[in-house]
């Protein structure tokens, strides 16, 4: 059974208001039990997590699109090192954005953001 496009988009529409719907219940509760300051923190987080999302630069559905390409082929092996390329990159960035954040967040949060040392 094929999906259609109406049932995905319902799908979709459904998933993100579940989440938007999570996150307005949640965040009375999150301010409560962790603080002003540490919620901003988290906040900061979630929404440079998001923005780092952007730096994917296209690779994910470009893999997707060889993947496939070299499987109707038959190309099973070149499949298996277009993946391993690709996680290979995907961990390499990621170890890179990490270092980074944990050598600039003790500097970013008691100068850049004038938040107090104990409050996280």
Known sequence: MKPSLARSSITTFGAEAAIGAATFLATP???RTLG????GVLGLAAVLGGQLAALQLGIAPAITRLASDRRGRGESAAVSELLFSAVAVALLSALLIGVTFAIASPFA???ALSAS???F
């Open 29 to 31: 509760y999150l301010v």
């Open 36 to 39: 002003i300051e540490p919620y």
């Open 109 to 111: 949060w008691t100068r």
């Open 117 to 119: 040392e104990g409050a």
